[in-house]
């Protein structure tokens, strides 16, 4: 079979990487293609795929579509659509999600709701199902069909294809025209919650779970019988993972103390934490405060988001007692090593600590306990999304959470006192 694998960009294949590996070792023929590039490491799966698979994978980019007349028209009205999706009430207490979807919203989208009459909750339902309608009139385009029919495929998949204003939506648009089959595979734990909607029904949805079902039933209006829930296979691989290096070998690398133990705090990605040093800072202050001696001298290992670590530059840990900043650039694990350095991060550390990202989900797979701290200053990306709800509640929650940095603290003496509980991590996950 010939597949086409429409992405947004390649850092996405990270994701999808153990799936495609198998799908070429089965004998299938798989062309990648991305929309645009990106600075994540894509290549780098690329490559790695390309090395072990040189004569079932191919990539390339996607056609540029600029002079397809409906084109512009299509993305604004997307944009307008996935704003106001936010508007809805189970984002009354989401104000970050919804003031990033109006950023990026046409202006007169972003004012309609504060107009009279029009501005209710009833009128802009109204307004969107007549701006849907005239979306779903919009053909896809030559280009994407002429595309298509020199691909040849037999199935195209696709990812994210819930990003704001997406122009993936024309495969799928075009696809049905030739007769060609569509799946969306969801590429993360939050992408059903915290993205746009889909505005071209695929004949297949691949969901992780029975949550992630019924959000896209109930947020996408997808038909159950559409969906297929496959389990998270972006975390296959750290199942079978082992550790790379010894604890003490570990720490010497990263420059903390060995004979104590390690709190790990994982940085989250921009859009939940835009600056996080300064949080950081009164964090590891607060450890260090701690009236339990162990928990007082653990040594601390602070790994900067791939994405976010900028920020990281000028911070000097030599400045700190037994606090280490690394990788500190940030590191994406989409290759043998960088994969075998985060396994480790998370494998020789006590506990781990972090605002709300998916590395929490990954730390419960190495069986290591999760730990957040409520904070006002991140609140609209904690309690005000609805994937952080996943870590709290499933299979009894992931995240131990505290409300304050006091109550933290006294959570982290008890992890610290005794050795790692992976129960808890291993029936989330």
């Known amino acids: 079979m010939r597949l086409l694998f429409s992405v947004n960009n390649f850092g996405f294949l990270r994701n999808f990487e153990p799936a495609l590996r198998l799908l070429a070792a089965r004998g299938h023929q798989l062309h990648l293609v991305a929309e645009r590039k990106d600075s994540v490491g894509g290549m780098r799966t690329i490559e790695n795929l390309l090395a072990e698979h040189p004569d079932r994978i191919t990539y390339g980019f996607a056609p540029k579509r600029k002079d397809d007349p409906w084109q512009a028209f299509a993305v604004q009205t997307r944009l307008c659509l996935d704003y106001w999706r936010y508007l809805e009430p189970r984002y009354d207490q989401s104000p970050s999600l919804r ?58 998949l ?131 405060a701690a009236s339990d001696p162990v928990l007082r001298r653990a040594a601390i290992l602070v790994r900067p988001h791939p994405q976010n670590a900028a920020q990281w530059a000028d911070f000097d840990a030599t400045a700190l007692d037994a606090v280490g900043i690394w990788p500190r650039a940030g590191a994406n694990p989409v290759d043998r090593d960088a994969r075998a350095d985060y396994y480790d991060s998370m494998f020789h550390s006590h506990a781990v600590v972090g605002v709300n990202t998916s590395a929490l989900i990954e730390s419960g797979i190495v069986g290591r306990p999760v730990y957040t701290v409520l904070t006002t200053e991140f609140a609209g990306q904690q309690e005000g999304t609805l994937h952080f709800q996943h870590l709290k509640n499933v299979n009894g929650g992931l995240l131990t959470v505290a409300a304050s940095l006091a109550e933290h603290v006294a959570q982290l003496a008890v992890a610290v006192a005794q050795p790692p509980d992976a129960a808890r991590s291993r029936a989330f996950v």
């Open 158 to 288: 696709l990812t994210p294809l819930i990003y704001f204003g997406s122009t993936q939506v024309e495969y799928v648009r075009a696809a049905r025209a030739l007769g060609l089959r569509t799946v969306l595979g969801v590429g993360s734990w939050d992408h059903l919650t915290t993205k746009g909607l889909i505005h071209e029904m695929p004949d297949r949805v691949l969901v992780w779970n029975e949550m992630q079902k019924r959000e896209a039933a109930e947020l996408h209006g997808v038909s159950p019988d559409r969906v297929t829930v496959t389990g998270a296979q972006a975390y296959d691989h750290w199942f079978a993972q082992q550790p790379s290096s010894t604890r003490e070998a570990f720490c010497a690398k990263v420059g903390i103390p060995a004979d104590r133990p390690v709190l790990l705090y994982l940085c989250s990605s921009p859009f939940i934490t835009p600056y996080e040093v300064g949080f950081v800072r009164s964090w590891i202050a607060a450890i260090r």
């Open 99 to 156: 003031a990033r979807a109006a950023r990026q919203a046409p202006p007169l989208a972003a004012a309609l709701p504060s107009w009279p009459l029009v501005g209710t909750r009833a009128g802009m339902r109204a307004v969107g199902a007549l701006l849907d309608r005239a979306e779903r009139l919009v053909p896809p385009g030559d280009t994407v069909e002429r595309f298509l029919r020199d691909q040849r495929p037999d199935l195209i």
